[in-house]
């Protein structure tokens, strides 16, 4: 599979250049109850070294999240989410050679952290709970993360009924993808997430994750996150943290399938999976066709 190549514009004048390598995210969560490390980065100083620490162990993007977005989360108000970030952008922005993400769907939220130095707003609604994000990000040059869902955390799962959940994912991002266009963002800013786990069951999961080279129709570079989710639950699973072999496999299935961008909680353990994962994409890239040996080079 030959994996098609995008240029994402950055507000600072940087780029995201995709598609020659996978890029892999950390996930900097600064929430008490996200699903798989609530708290764990709760303390501005915390969550400020384990973003470098990411950075130094192959992260090439780092995405700051102040808002846990896991099935079932309650909402947070604008001011509570940016009194978690804002003080982790101040101390991290400058310190860090890649790009920051705020993972947000408020576009109160992203203004202010655009203002502090992110140049990517990764919205997990894709632009449904709050409509004005788009036209922020349009005024920002910002790249734009959208990712597929339906209904809100407490009842997204009543929505996960689809007869083909990866045609469905597609024409409900295409929709997406209009929307933010017109609201002024380049379709060139744009990055697609088929959302597994959001408001898909753990078999729906499975199929978007094996149909992602579907996604290709749109166009757009694909982003995937299936970092310790609960579709990869096992039976001897006791919690999040269980899941990393499970994160490994998915993320090598994401990079065969040509995702652009992984997003993990583990960068140094995935940077090594996506090394691997993206010499086998290589190697299976056509090249010329292979003479066929002479008979006397047949052993």
């Not at 764990?40 to 995405?63: F, I, K, T, Y």
């Not at 102040?66 to 804002?86: D, F, K």
């Not at 130095?117 to 993360?145: H, K, M, Q």
């Not at 060139?188 to 996604?215: C, N, T």
Request: charged fraction near 25%.
């Amino acid at each position: 599979m030959t994996r098609a190549r995008y240029t994402i514009p950055l507000p600072d004048g940087g780029r995201l250049e995709l598609g020659q390598r996978t890029l892999v995210m950390g996930i900097v969560n600064v929430t008490p109850d996200s699903f798989s490390d609530g708290g764990e980065c709760l303390d501005p100083e915390h969550a400020v070294a384990r973003a470098l620490a990411m950075e130094a162990e192959g992260a090439d993007l780092l995405d700051i999240g102040g808002e846990s977005t896991r099935p079932g989360a309650a909402a947070l108000s604008a001011g509570e989410e940016l009194a978690r970030v804002l003080p982790v952008l101040d101390r991290l922005v400058g310190r860090v050679r890649v790009p920051v993400s705020i993972d947000t769907y408020k576009a109160d939220v992203a203004r202010a952290a655009l203002d502090h130095g992110a140049t990517i707003v990764n919205d997990v609604s894709g632009l449904r709970y709050d409509p004005a994000l788009a036209a922020v990000v349009a005024e920002y040059g910002a790249a734009l993360v959208l990712m597929h869902t339906r209904g809100r955390s407490r009842d997204m799962y009543r929505a996960a009924v689809y007869r083909d959940v990866v045609a469905e994912v597609a024409e409900e991002l295409a929709g997406r993808i209009d929307d933010a266009v017109a609201a002024g963002v380049p379709r060139e800013a744009v990055v697609v997430d088929p959302g597994l786990g959001f408001a898909k069951r753990a078999d729906q999961s499975y199929a978007a994750l094996a149909g992602l080279g579907r996604l290709a129709v749109l166009r757009r570079p694909l982003l995937v996150g299936p970092s310790r989710k609960s579709f990869l639950a096992g039976s001897r699973d006791r919690g999040a943290q269980d899941r990393e072999w499970a994160t490994a496999a998915a993320v090598t299935a994401a990079v065969l399938a040509g995702a652009h961008i992984v997003r993990v909680h583990r960068p140094r353990e995935m940077a090594r999976v996506v090394e691997v994962a993206d010499r086998l994409l290589d190697a299976a890239a056509p090249g010329p066709p292979v003479a066929p040996a002479a008979a006397g080079d047949r052993v």
